[in-house]
């Protein structure tokens, strides 16, 4: 019997989002860093210290774009990175 073997290819790579700046508004960034990934402000700010850093990883699109605009919309530069 023939052992038949495939291998998968995704369509689309891991999606991140990379804080790589945090502008004037460092609470604002913060803030924005405990309601999207969950920690707590501390993390957050201790987050802030170790720039460009990765908040989110293998999220979707929609959800990546998401949080860029609101972590723009508090002053801070982030990017999308496939």
């Not at 023939?2 to 369509?11: H, K, Q, Y």
């Not at 945090?22 to 210290?49: A, C, D, N, Q, Y």
């Amino acid at each position: 019997m023939a052992v038949l073997s495939f291998t998968l290819v995704c369509d689309m790579p891991p999606i991140r989002v990379v804080l790589t700046s945090s502008g004037p508004h460092t609470l604002e960034v913060v803030k924005v860093i405990r309601r999207r990934t969950g920690l707590g402000l501390w993390h957050g700010k201790v987050l802030l210290g170790s720039l460009p850093v990765t908040l989110l990883d293998d999220v979707t699109s929609d959800l990546a774009e998401e949080v860029v605009a609101e972590l723009r919309a508090a002053g801070a530069t982030a990017e999308v990175r496939y």
